[in-house]
């Protein structure tokens, strides 16, 4: 019923930029909140940040001050501005849409995308 389609993956150096984006399509009526979590190879998934439909926004302690996360509610997509980037910010990438209301149904669901790989050389 909703698809998350990410973009904007792939590889950097160190000290560099990256932007994802993110997409939800479907039918949707609102999303309550979209944001990004990471997972490394060994380690459990990570929030990296979250936005709402308001505009308020929730950061990973690991990516304050160096990710930017934005959100264009009428494309119902996210956005996450990636600068000075560090060898340990290498992971996939998962996009998350969270309390969606979908037309004609009842209640709300959560969705996750398949995933972008960042891969940060040093």
């Known amino acids: 019923q909703v698809q998350l389609v990410e973009s904007g993956g792939g590889l950097v150096q160190a000290g560099g930029s990256l932007r994802l984006s993110c997409a939800a399509s479907g039918s949707i009526v609102s999303i309550n909140a979209m944001g990004w979590y990471r997972q490394a190879p060994g380690k459990q998934r990570e929030l990296v940040a979250t936005i709402t439909s308001g505009g308020s926004t929730n950061y990973g302690d690991s990516v304050k001050g160096r990710f930017t996360i934005s959100r264009d509610n009428a494309k119902n997509t996210v956005y996450l501005q990636m600068a000075s980037l560090k060898p340990e910010d290498t992971a996939v990438y998962y996009c998350?849409?969270?309390?969606?209301?979908?037309?004609?149904?009842?209640?709300?669901?959560?969705?996750w995308g398949q995933g972008t790989q960042v891969t940060v050389s040093s």
């Open positions: 998350n849409a969270a309390r969606v209301k979908l037309i004609a149904t009842l209640g709300t669901y959560d969705y």
